[in-house]
């Protein structure tokens, strides 16, 4: 990413510090409060754990190939797909959702930068923080196997509870220390969560550029504003959750503790207010990619994209409405039950209507079927399969005897990999000749996206029958005399070839990093703002402020009537872009030093708790120091051979 500043004199703080704004190498990425920077490293993040996650549930579907195999053990199969499933969801797809929001908002919105850059960069060393006490569990379980670490709990070091971590088996009695690093972890990805929710919040409310009004924003900025309301709601409900958790372990309260009066039935109701509508914190930042990529490749305008944005919002918050259809067999009664079961039927209409609406934009068009797009439709099609059989689980009769089976598994997994996964991948290809300058080159990429939708679909498309046959899932093996070997080898052999479609996309990636086919401004002739900028954008994104007069700015300027076509106001003396700053990053290591020590001083590992005090003491510390560090910025001055476009 190209950097107009390196002539610039070098700028002290109010603390007498000199600033890192003009550095190189990784200097520059450490204390950087680029957007777009922090982007790549939120997407570099997210891949990476997507791997981790992914190699996690190889070594459960080997286990479950065939009957009663001794692969892994129960242990570590527990182990396993609790990590899994907080891996994917925490560490896989909420960075990769990051990566767009941080990249994407603040181009398609005309902005030179996010609201509050620092903040932003805090958010990021914070997660970073978070996911490394989750994971760092790992490192200590293989101390253990080697005997040079033996905490309290013995071989519950790695969080082993469910990625749902279910009252009372995550009370000291149940659970080892593998409980504290997964609640301190948690704690310190919510923060980071609602930290950069309210930087978006406040920079897609009061950054867009002149004559971009709500109704002219595209649809994955008005995903990302929701997702950030859901965000900020949502959050709270597990943070309570966790604290609760937290004192009862280290405490001995009574929060969820059934022997001294507590009700573990309270976790699951905090832990499902927050648990469902981070489904659609999931789910509708990809809806907003969809409705990004379709109309690029159909070639014409969204269809009904006031619906499609209102159907947004009601989705968020119908979110909040039905997050007991998660407990219909813990006895919650008739009214309860028959009130949760509608609104979760109700919650499909505002799905169907975006699902229309995406039809429609497609029906007519003059389609290209390149990458993205087969993306794109391949989200519908896994998505609605997902849909569909959630639909059944709102019937609560139909739930009992689903809850605990493998059809539920398949249900999720079809709205998680299907859904999600597809779109992010999708949004991959659509946006990475933006981020990165270069071009995509072959049929690489159509061969992985045939190979993961055949793989997701002789995966999960089995489950359903395991989940009706009577498959309990959470079980490490099951008996020959059940019956369900030959479908598990089935979803074994399925998990596998999607694997395989997923290393592809990985290799197409690093054939496009290597590859010097440039990209140039608009590769797919698309109708948002950040197609305006250079590929890979300048520091400053623009070097004028884009003036909006239409929907899809950049498509009417480029195809419209002159009244549709966009102007350009020319800030005259320089643009002002904010200081880099060290502390967001000092932060975010006082974080992960407090999380593992205090994780490990719940294991009766000698001195940590005063490591911990020390991580708390770098946390202030570095809280100080930004406060007093000042503003601070500088000027750029855009380089004199622009496009017409930007002149």
């Given at each position: 990413?190209?950097?107009?500043?390196?002539?610039?004199?070098?700028?002290?703080?109010?603390?007498?510090?000199?600033?890192?704004?003009?550095?190189?190498?990784?200097?520059?990425?450490?204390?950087?409060?680029?957007?777009?920077?922090?982007?790549?490293?939120?997407?570099?993040?997210?891949?990476?754990?997507?791997?981790?996650?992914?190699?996690?549930?190889?070594?459960?579907?080997?286990?479950?190939?065939?009957?009663?195999?001794?692969?892994?053990?129960?242990?570590?199969?527990?182990?396993?797909?609790?990590?899994?499933?907080?891996?994917?969801?925490?560490?896989?797809?909420?960075?990769?959702?990051?990566?767009?929001?941080?990249?994407?908002?603040?181009?398609?919105?005309?902005?030179?930068?996010?609201?509050?850059?620092?903040?932003?960069?805090?958010?990021?060393?914070?997660?970073?923080?978070?996911?490394?006490?989750?994971?760092?569990?790992?490192?200590?379980?293989?101390?253990?196997?080697?005997?040079?670490?033996?905490?309290?709990?013995?071989?519950?070091?790695?969080?082993?509870?469910?990625?749902?971590?279910?009252?009372?088996?995550?009370?000291?009695?149940?659970?080892?220390?593998?409980?504290?690093?997964?609640?301190?972890?948690?704690?310190?990805?919510?923060?980071?969560?609602?930290?950069?929710?309210?930087?978006?919040?406040?920079?897609?409310?009061?950054?867009?550029?002149?004559?971009?009004?709500?109704?002219?924003?595209?649809?994955?900025?008005?995903?990302?504003?929701?997702?950030?309301?859901?965000?900020?709601?949502?959050?709270?409900?597990?943070?309570?959750?966790?604290?609760?958790?937290?004192?009862?372990?280290?405490?001995?309260?009574?929060?969820?503790?059934?022997?001294?009066?507590?009700?573990?039935?309270?976790?699951?109701?905090?832990?499902?207010?927050?648990?469902?509508?981070?489904?659609?914190?999931?789910?509708?930042?990809?809806?907003?990619?969809?409705?990004?990529?379709?109309?690029?490749?159909?070639?014409?305008?969204?269809?009904?994209?006031?619906?499609?944005?209102?159907?947004?919002?009601?989705?968020?918050?119908?979110?909040?409405?039905?997050?007991?259809?998660?407990?219909?067999?813990?006895?919650?009664?008739?009214?309860?039950?028959?009130?949760?079961?509608?609104?979760?039927?109700?919650?499909?209409?505002?799905?169907?209507?975006?699902?229309?609406?995406?039809?429609?934009?497609?029906?007519?068009?003059?389609?290209?079927?390149?990458?993205?797009?087969?993306?794109?439709?391949?989200?519908?099609?896994?998505?609605?399969?997902?849909?569909?059989?959630?639909?059944?689980?709102?019937?609560?009769?139909?739930?009992?005897?689903?809850?605990?089976?493998?059809?539920?598994?398949?249900?999720?997994?079809?709205?998680?990999?299907?859904?999600?996964?597809?779109?992010?991948?999708?949004?991959?290809?659509?946006?990475?000749?933006?981020?990165?300058?270069?071009?995509?080159?072959?049929?690489?990429?159509?061969?992985?996206?045939?190979?993961?939708?055949?793989?997701?679909?002789?995966?999960?498309?089995?489950?359903?029958?395991?989940?009706?046959?009577?498959?309990?899932?959470?079980?490490?093996?099951?008996?020959?005399?059940?019956?369900?070997?030959?479908?598990?080898?089935?979803?074994?052999?399925?998990?596998?070839?999607?694997?395989?479609?997923?290393?592809?996309?990985?290799?197409?990636?690093?054939?496009?990093?290597?590859?010097?086919?440039?990209?140039?401004?608009?590769?797919?002739?698309?109708?948002?703002?950040?197609?305006?900028?250079?590929?890979?954008?300048?520091?400053?994104?623009?070097?004028?402020?884009?003036?909006?007069?239409?929907?899809?700015?950049?498509?009417?300027?480029?195809?419209?009537?002159?009244?549709?076509?966009?102007?350009?106001?020319?800030?005259?003396?320089?643009?002002?872009?904010?200081?880099?700053?060290?502390?967001?990053?000092?932060?975010?290591?006082?974080?992960?030093?407090?999380?593992?020590a205090l994780s490990l001083h719940s294991g009766g590992v000698p001195f940590m708790g005063y490591i911990g005090i020390a991580g708390i003491v770098i946390v202030a510390l570095g809280s100080y120091l930004w406060v007093f560090e000042g503003p601070g910025g500088y000027h750029i001055h855009p380089d004199e051979e622009t496009s017409d476009d930007n002149s």
């Open positions: 990413m190209s950097d107009d500043s390196h002539a610039l004199k070098p700028e002290k703080s109010l603390l007498g510090l000199m600033r890192p704004d003009h550095s190189r190498g990784w200097v520059d990425w450490l204390t950087t409060v680029d957007h777009k920077k922090i982007g790549i490293m939120y997407g570099l993040a997210g891949l990476f754990f997507f791997i981790v996650g992914g190699i996690e549930v190889m070594l459960i579907r080997i286990q479950l190939a065939q009957p009663e195999l001794n692969f892994i053990s129960a242990q570590a199969y527990n182990q396993l797909f609790t990590m899994h499933g907080t891996t994917m969801i925490f560490l896989g797809a909420m960075p990769l959702i990051a990566a767009f929001f941080n990249f994407m908002v603040p181009l398609q919105i005309g902005a030179r930068d996010v609201a509050f850059p620092r903040l932003n960069a805090f958010s990021l060393w914070v997660f970073m923080a978070g996911a490394l006490v989750l994971n760092i569990s790992w490192l200590f379980q293989l101390f253990y196997l080697f005997g040079w670490f033996d905490p309290i709990g013995g071989k519950d070091i790695v969080p082993s509870v469910g990625w749902f971590g279910y009252a009372p088996i995550t009370t000291t009695e149940f659970s080892g220390i593998g409980s504290d690093f997964w609640v301190f972890g948690l704690q310190i990805l919510g923060i980071a969560s609602i930290a950069a929710s309210l930087n978006f919040i406040v920079t897609i409310l009061n950054m867009r550029a002149p004559g971009l009004t709500m109704m002219r924003l595209p649809v994955f900025t008005w995903m990302a504003l929701v997702t950030s309301f859901l965000i900020i709601f949502a959050f709270p409900a597990l943070t309570i959750a966790l604290l609760e958790l937290m004192f009862d372990r280290l405490f001995e309260t009574n929060f969820f503790r059934v022997e001294q009066g507590g009700q573990p039935i309270l976790w699951q109701h905090l832990f499902w207010v927050f648990g469902h509508p981070e489904v659609y914190i999931l789910i509708l930042p990809a809806m907003g990619i969809i409705s990004e990529i379709l109309p690029a490749f159909s070639r014409k305008p969204l269809f009904g994209y006031p619906i499609i944005v209102f159907s947004g919002a009601v989705i968020g918050f119908l979110g909040f409405a039905v997050w007991s259809h998660h407990m219909f067999t813990t006895g919650l009664g008739n009214i309860a039950t028959a009130a949760f079961s509608l609104l979760t039927m109700a919650i499909a209409v505002p799905t169907g209507v975006k699902i229309f609406n995406w039809v429609g934009t497609i029906w007519g068009g003059r389609i290209k079927f390149t990458v993205p797009m087969i993306y794109a439709v391949g989200f519908i099609w896994m998505f609605m399969m997902g849909g569909f059989s959630g639909i059944m689980h709102s019937a609560a009769p139909a739930d009992a005897q689903q809850q605990d089976t493998y059809f539920v598994v398949a249900h999720f997994h079809y709205v998680i990999i299907g859904g999600i996964v597809m779109a992010l991948f999708g949004g991959l290809y659509y946006w990475l000749p933006k981020i990165t300058g270069k071009m995509w080159e072959g049929k690489l990429g159509y061969w992985a996206v045939g190979f993961v939708v055949v793989g997701l679909n002789l995966t999960f498309g089995p489950m359903h029958w395991l989940g009706l046959l009577g498959m309990p899932r959470r079980t490490h093996t099951y008996l020959e005399e059940t019956g369900f070997g030959t479908l598990n080898l089935w979803v074994t052999i399925g998990a596998f070839i999607l694997a395989f479609g997923l290393l592809m996309v990985f290799i197409d990636m690093i054939i496009l990093l290597r590859k010097k086919k440039t990209a140039g401004k608009d590769p797919w002739d698309a109708r948002t703002l950040e197609w305006t900028t250079d590929s890979p954008p300048k520091v400053y994104n623009f070097h004028a402020t884009p003036v909006i007069r239409s929907r899809d700015a950049y498509w009417y300027h480029k195809h419209g009537t002159p009244e549709q076509k966009m102007g350009w106001e020319d800030e005259g003396k320089g643009i002002h872009m904010p200081s880099q700053s060290w502390f967001p990053l000092l932060i975010g290591i006082g974080m992960a030093v407090m999380g593992t």
